[in-house]
C-alpha cells in the first residue's frame, strides 16, 4: 500500500518565514523545510494501481496557479485541546476551486469524494497529548497572529507520498505538474 496525497508546496522565501516562526511551545513537534505544504487533497493507503491511476487523472489537470498570502496563524483542536498550529493562507476561492479539480481527477481514477470540509493552511507543529491548551500555545498564537506575506504563487501540483516513522511523517514528491502561471497564450 501507499498513502498519497495531493499539495502544493510554497516558495522557498515563504517557507523560511514559516520556519522562522517555528520556536515557543516546548511541546511542538515543528515541522521541517521539507514537510511545509497546502494540502488540497488526502488520499490514504491505496494500491500501486489505484495510485498510477490517480497520477494519470492528476496530469490532465488544467487549472491558474493559486496566488495566496500568509494570513495569520490558528490551531486545531481535538476534544479540547490543541494538536496542530497552522499558518492561514487567503484567499480561498481559487485554493478551493482546485481542491475541487483534484478531488474530481481523485474521483475517476476510483477513490470516493472528500467528504471533509476543505479549509486551506499550512501545518507548522504538531502537539502531543502532554501540550494541552497551555500558556506557551496562547502566547506562540498571540504572537504571530498577524503573520502575513507578500502574495505569492503556488505554481505546482504536487503528489506526495507520506512515510510514517516513530518521529512523524516524511514526505517523497513522486510526481509534479506545473500549473498555469499566466505566462503563456
Do not use: N
Request: hydrophobic share 45%.
Amino acid at each position: 500500500m501507499i498513502r498519497l496525497f495531493v499539495a502544493l508546496r510554497p516558495p522557498p522565501a515563504i517557507r523560511r518565514e514559516l520556519l522562522d516562526i517555528m520556536e515557543g511551545v516546548p511541546a511542538a513537534r515543528w515541522q521541517d523545510d521539507e514537510q511545509l505544504h497546502v494540502t488540497l487533497r488526502f488520499i490514504g493507503e491505496v494500491e500501486r494501481p489505484v495510485a498510477e491511476d490517480v497520477a494519470v487523472a492528476l496530469s490532465q489537470i488544467v487549472a491558474p496557479a493559486p496566488t495566496v498570502s500568509l494570513a495569520g496563524v490558528w490551531r486545531f483542536e481535538k476534544r479540547g485541546r490543541t494538536d496542530t498550529l497552522w499558518a492561514g493562507v487567503a484567499p480561498h476561492d481559487a485554493l478551493a476551486a482546485l481542491h475541487r479539480k483534484v478531488d474530481q481527477a481523485c474521483v475517476r481514477a476510483g477513490l470516493e469524494p472528500e467528504r471533509r470540509a476543505y479549509l486551506p493552511h499550512i501545518t507548522v507543529a504538531r502537539l502531543a497529548r502532554s501540550a494541552g491548551t497551555g500558556f506557551a500555545i496562547e502566547e506562540w498564537l498571540a504572537i504571530h497572529a498577524g503573520l502575513m506575506s507578500a502574495p505569492f504563487p503556488l505554481s505546482h501540483l504536487v503528489l506526495y507520498q507520506s512515510h510514517l516513522g516513530r518521529d512523524g511523517a516524511t514526505y517523497e514528491p513522486v510526481a509534479r505538474w506545473a500549473l498555469d502561471t499566466g505566462g503563456g497564450t
